[in-house]
C-alpha cells in the first residue's frame, strides 16, 4: 500500500512541475532563441498574424486551428487527426518541422500526398539543441492563459 502512495506522490509531482527535460529551461534564454521565429511569428499583448500564426495559447490548441488563419494542408490534416500542441509535440517539431510533418503524418494516418506532399508554409530549419527548444517552450507558455 505504502508503495502506491510514493507513486501517485511522483505523479503529482511531475504533474505540477511539468516534464523533467522542461523543469530546467530558462524564459529568458528562451526570448533571446524566439528572435529567430520573429520574423514570421508574434507572441504577446499585441500579436497579430504575420506570416506564421501568432503563438499566444498555443498549448492545448489543436495543429491548424486558429480561426482566421490560413494553414497548409498537413496542419490542418494533423488537426483534424488529433494533434494538439504540448512541451512534447512542439519541441519535436521546432526540432526540424519539415522531417517532423512528413513524419507525424503517417503516424496519425494521413498520406502525405493527399497533403500537398506534407509540407508546410513555414520555411524555418529547426533548433537543434535541446536546450534551445526546451527554453523557448517555457517563454511560449507565459503566453498562454489556461496553462497545460
Not at 503529482?12 to 520574423?39: E, I, N, Y
Not at 499583448?45 to 498537413?74: M, T
Request: with cysteine; hydrophobic share 40%.
Amino acid at each position: 500500500m505504502r508503495n502506491w502512495s510514493w507513486l501517485a506522490l511522483g505523479a503529482l509531482a511531475l504533474a505540477v512541475c511539468g516534464s523533467p527535460a522542461f523543469a530546467d529551461a530558462d524564459a529568458k534564454k528562451g526570448k533571446k532563441v524566439f528572435k529567430k521565429c520573429k520574423a514570421c511569428h508574434m507572441v504577446g499583448e499585441k500579436a497579430k498574424k504575420r506570416v506564421g500564426p501568432p503563438l499566444n495559447d498555443l498549448f492545448g490548441r489543436k495543429a491548424g486551428g486558429l480561426d482566421g488563419f490560413k494553414y497548409s494542408k498537413v496542419m490542418v490534416g494533423l488537426g483534424e487527426a488529433g494533434l494538439v500542441w504540448n512541451e512534447e509535440t512542439l519541441s519535436e517539431y521546432l526540432e526540424s518541422p519539415k522531417k517532423w510533418l512528413k513524419a507525424k503524418a503517417p503516424e496519425l494516418g494521413l498520406k502525405c500526398e493527399d497533403l500537398s506532399g506534407c509540407k508546410s508554409k513555414m520555411l524555418f530549419s529547426g533548433l537543434r539543441k535541446k536546450k534551445d527548444r526546451a527554453n523557448i517552450v517555457v517563454y511560449l507558455k507565459q503566453f498562454d492563459k489556461t496553462p497545460e
